[in-house]
């Protein structure tokens, strides 16, 4: 009898201790990030975060984390995570050449379709690869037309809410099924004897642009080196311009992307000995009886996924959209609403109410974008709870001091170095950043961190490290 009064007394004594404890251990940390909130938090500016603990299954932290919030490139998440948890995910992204006619005695009688699937990673191999597909056909002449279909979206070649003045920067390329090489031009500049023109090299190689050369090698009084072009008259001439003291390059979106690869795709089946009408038109493949297709490119669903989370590319992520609303609805003709009413179903399908936020696109370059902390959080934890979409998704995302848009940040000696793998998010004002961290404790955390009002991202970009710093350090 003595001996269960004295296990009982140790018992009592023993769970307020330990209680007191897991209290005494939680304040600890929320005081830590309440105190970097007071003091850390650029002046003039607003935050709002969710920390919740996956291994434990709770909240660990909340700060205005119901707050709308402009989520710049942490859109991306919602986007991807929802189209990764699509059955058809895993289809990748298709190219294809057909051909409508006969062909006889080297000819074809018909017309040629480029058929565009908005693949986002389709660059200069992939394109030399259709024509030498096109090319070992049994056909050297084609006399009908060559089409380009581009009918798997609309025409709108920009995000709702994009800035239009964003052009011509790279980020902001003219969106179509077809793409070549993202839209883009990449000069490089390599410098010659000192008050001489730059030599320079453009890729892909096309007569679709011009080139201005203004440059001046070891010259620093020619000025800060840049790439741009006649993009108020909707032109594409590239005028590279500035001091060239080393190797530099430069890139630039063209106007616009559909023409940019069906000029191109013409050049080189003209450059392969194939005669091919003097100009290209759109038009839809109505496939028949006499339809063919003679050449296939295909894109991993990887392959994209990384550029969207590493790189933070604005194209992968509105392709995906794009291909999200063709999956999820079964049409042949995609407009972003379509991919935006996908990811609504499942804000809904999460507990949440779609109408509480607005997304007006894939990418998060829209100013028009509100979402929340928590509204991150639940798509972190949905992706968590679903092995197929979270393998892809922790695969692709940057890593803290090691790769992609942390590389540059969360240093080696810093607790988050190698332990955050999360998604950056910034654009004038607002800085962002959403993810997963691992605690000294071997917790599994998701976390998001909107800061807006800040126009310094380095002031809220090491105010993000430090509340993942602290986390990471535990309770």
Known sequence: MKKYLLSLVLSLLFIPVTVWGQNTAAKGLSSRLDTLIKYQLPVGSNVGISIYDLTDGKSLYTYQADKLSRPASTMKLLTTITALS??????????????????????????????????????????????????????????????????????IYW??????????????????????????????????????????????????????????????????????????????NIVVKGNVEGKRTGMVNIYSSRDFFMHTFLERLQAKGIQCPVNYAFNELQKDSL????????????????????ESDNLNAEALLCRLGAQATGKKHISDEDGLSVIRKQIKALGEDPDYYKLADGCGLSNYNYISPNLLIAFLKFAYSRTDVFQKLYKALPIGGVDGTLKYRMKRGTPSYKN????????????????????????????????????????????????CDEVIRGR
Request: glycine share 8%; charged share 20%; proline share 5%.
């Open 86 to 155: 699509h059955p058809d995910a895993d289809d990748p992204f298709k190219t294809e050449v057909w051909y409508q006619g006969v062909i006889e005695q080297d000819t074809l009688k018909g017309d040629l379709y480029v058929v565009g699937g908005y693949d986002p990673e389709f660059g200069d191999e992939a394109l030399d690869s259709l024509v030498n597909a096109v090319s070992r056909f049994p056909f050297s002449v084609i006399s009908g037309h060559v089409y380009g279909d581009v009918s798997m979206k609309d025409s």
């Open 159 to 236: 995000g709702s809410g994009w800035a239009w003045d964003d052009t011509p920067a790279s980020y902001q390329p003219y969106l179509s099924p077809l793409m070549l090489n993202k839209g883009l031009v990449t000069v490089t500049a390599s410098p010659g004897e000192r008050g001489h023109l730059a030599s320079l090299d453009c890729v892909p190689a096309s007569s679709y642009y011009t080139v201005t050369n203004e440059t001046k090698s070891r010259t620093p009084a020619a000025g800060r080196f840049g790439v741009s072009r006649d993009w108020l008259q909707n032109g594409n």
């Open 291 to 310: 339809s063919v297709q003679i050449a296939l490119f295909e894109t991993a669903i990887q392959d994209v996924i990384n550029q969207i989370m590493k």
């Open 420 to 467: 955050v793998h999360a998604k950056t998010g910034s654009f004038t004002a607002i800085n962002c950043l959403a993810g997963y961290l691992r605690t000294t404790n071997g917790h599994e955390i998701a976390f998001a961190i909107m800061n807006q009002n800040v126009l310094s991202g380095a002031k809220a970009r090491a105010f993000q490290d430090a509340v």
